[in-house]
């Protein structure tokens, strides 16, 4: 599966925006999803998380309560709606697709996702 991220940008502390992650390729539905984000001088961390149908999502604990996962099947695209942004928040933001059966546990390891995206850059200003 190809997937393509888009959506970030430059954004003031306290901003929002909405990441987008489009696949092709192969059956969307058949993936679990992952964001990953990676900043200036840091190893690349997890952010987040959703089973193939939706219904289940994991977050790390600095972005709970803040950013939303979610995915739209039938447009073959999954989605991160970040909120409240802080400067922490800056980074290389990557989606990446896990092969999956339907009750298997989500995953925060890079290195358990096959695919992954060109990664979007965010910058949050103070």
């Known amino acids: 599966v190809q997937l393509q991220a888009s959506g970030g940008g430059l954004v003031q502390a306290g901003g929002a925006l909405r990441l987008s992650c489009a696949a092709s390729?192969?059956?969307?539905?058949?993936?679990?999803m992952g964001w990953f984000r990676q900043a200036p001088g840091k190893e690349r961390e997890f952010v987040a998380a959703?089973?193939?149908?939706?219904?289940?999502?994991y977050y790390a604990d600095s972005v709970k309560g803040r950013f939303t996962i979610s995915r739209d099947n039938g447009r073959n695209t999954a989605y991160l709606q970040m909120n409240s942004l802080e400067p922490e928040d800056t980074a290389v933001y990557y989606c990446?697709?896990?092969?999956?059966?339907?009750?298997?546990?989500?995953?925060?390891?890079?290195?358990?996702?096959?695919?992954w995206g060109q990664g979007t850059e965010v910058t949050v200003s103070s």
């Open positions: 990446a697709a896990r092969r999956s059966i339907m009750t298997a546990p989500l995953e925060t390891g890079a290195s358990r996702y096959d695919y």
């Open positions: 390729g192969r059956t969307f539905s058949g993936y679990a």
């Open positions: 959703i089973s193939r149908t939706g219904s289940s999502t």
